[in-house]
């Protein structure tokens, strides 16, 4: 049982589910006991062989034996990027255990931690690091359990240090912070949802002609509302199954949303190249929302949704997500206003814009679908 278990982990430890959703993360768990601390942190395989290479004979197909073997260095790279403090004192902290948890981006390093506080820890500054040198998109999602206070949290570059406890609860302020932030984050990292909006927004400064050709807007404004109205209209539908979603009230299986959602971004591209729908488009937008929605419910729930407050982070991280979409058709429409009318921009941009966003859905589809990997990212 053993054996098949690391011949399954060898086979499969940078497999996993395809989604562009899932940036890298790890996962830390804490809770305190009087001055002891214990928890459990989740890094990704793929995150410490990139960092200090566990691989040891290259033939990318990392096995259970290169792991353990690797279990000093690893315990030691962990720890040296997280620092916890109490009232001011650090915490010692150790890693009791190295087992391996399988999440749907792939397999990780599942560290079990205890510590220990000069004092009974009633607040914990924490200081988190980790990957940051070599990944600037890495975020650490926290759940923090102080006496009956919970606490989640995105430890990210800018966010890195944070401090909890005092307050009993953790104020709407915060989570409006982290969740609105996050839904930004989602937008302006997430390749799938950017190169969606890339299919939308390539066409955005051209109307359809009856005979299927293109001419240019005759204005900024309308372009501006008409791009506004179908960003809106995806936002909310990937909204309303975003919330049913992550809580809890709708499930689909992840190999078909993320499917789902590479067939849209190939749509996107491809109704630029052949017009199939040039009507419409905010239900159309609206209908492919609610897919990209399910798909990033699942990155949601992963950042630990606090108990209190647990709607108002859906909502936060929605307006994120919208905010962030708007930011885009202010930036990127005006200046493709201003080129609307040159050949260059139709034949140089519009139509090998469109056929890259198509390719890449259409690669990706297959990905998702069949479970193999045919694109570096």
Known sequence: MRGARRFAVALGLFAGAVSAHSSSSSYLQLQSRGDELQG???????????????????????????VRQSQARIDDYALAHLVLRSDGARCSLQVTQLRIAEHADGHYAALDLAGRCPQSVTTLAI?????????????????????????????????????????????????????????????????????????????????????????????????????AGIVTAFTLAHATTLSLAALGWVHWPSRLIESGVAATVAFAGFNNLVPMVHRRLAAIAAAF?????????????????????????????????????????????????????????????????????????????????????LLPF
């Open 127 to 227: 200081d988190y690091s980790l990957l940051f040198d070599l990944d600037r998109q890495h975020r650490g999602l926290l759940t923090l359990q102080l006496g009956k206070a919970l606490y989640t949290s995105v430890l990210g570059p800018e966010t890195g240090e944070a401090d909890f406890g005092g307050d009993g609860a953790q104020s709407m302020w915060r989570v409006a912070r982290t969740y609105f932030h996050e839904g930004l984050w989602h937008v302006w990292t997430g390749l799938d949802h950017m190169l969606f909006l890339a299919g939308l927004f390539l066409p955005a400064v051209l109307w359809r002609t009856r005979g299927g050709g293109w001419q240019a807007a005759p204005g900024l404004r309308g372009a501006l509302w008409h791009t």
């Open 40 to 66: 459990r942190w989740d890094i990704a395989l793929r995150d410490l062989d990139a960092a200090i290479g566990l691989d040891s004979d290259g033939n990318d197909a990392l096995t259970w034996g290169e």
């Open 289 to 373: 929302g609610l897919i990209h929605g399910l798909a990033v419910a699942s990155a949601l729930i992963d950042l630990g949704l606090p108990v209190s407050g647990r709607v108002w982070a859906i909502a936060t991280f929605n307006f994120g997500v919208e905010a962030a979409q708007l930011s885009l058709v202010a930036t990127v429409i005006p200046v493709s206003f201003v080129f609307r009318h040159s050949r260059i921009y139709r034949h140089f941009v519009l139509v090998p814009g469109s056929l890259l966003v198509t390719t890449i859905g259409v690669l990706w589809f297959i990905e998702r679908a069949f479970a193999v990997k």
